[in-house]
């Protein structure tokens, strides 16, 4: 079962912009989260909107990238300014919950992710 879709990377030239959009059944009340992996590096957080829809961002990306989430919550988004090639990675869509006897349940843990979507922004 896919709990959880990216999509929305690309190539982009630095200074622009890209919109990633995240899908999936387990979009939904509880808190969600972007992380991203550069090559040879660890995944590091990116940002998280929480149950109340309040965001939280990296140092790195504050003022340039912006967390939201539709009405009906089904779909989670990451809105990426100013791009700089030290954003590129790939990008990953998680989310507090876990899936028991088909029904999510909110975690404090990100326990469910994406499979990413690649992000390269070049100079």
């Known amino acids: 079962q896919v709990h959880l879709v990216e999509s929305g990377g690309g190539s982009v030239q630095a200074g622009g912009s890209l919109k990633l959009s995240c899908s999936g059944s387990?979009?939904?009340?509880?808190?969600m989260g972007w992380f991203r992996q550069a090559p040879g590096k660890e995944r590091e957080f990116v940002s998280s909107?929480?149950?109340?829809?309040?965001?939280r961002y990296s140092d790195s990306v504050k003022g340039r990238f912006t967390i939201s989430r539709n009405n009906d919550k089904t779909m989670l988004f990451l809105e990426m300014n100013s791009l700089k090639t030290e954003d590129t990675a790939v990008y990953y869509c998680?989310?507090?919950?876990?899936?028991?006897?088909?029904?999510?349940?909110?975690?404090?843990?990100?326990?469910?992710w994406g499979p990413g979507t690649r992000v390269t922004v070049s100079s």
């Open positions: 998680a989310a507090r919950a876990s899936l028991i006897s088909g029904v999510y349940y909110c975690e404090k843990e990100y326990t469910l």
């Open positions: 909107i929480g149950r109340d829809d309040s965001g």
């Open positions: 387990a979009v939904g009340l509880c808190g």
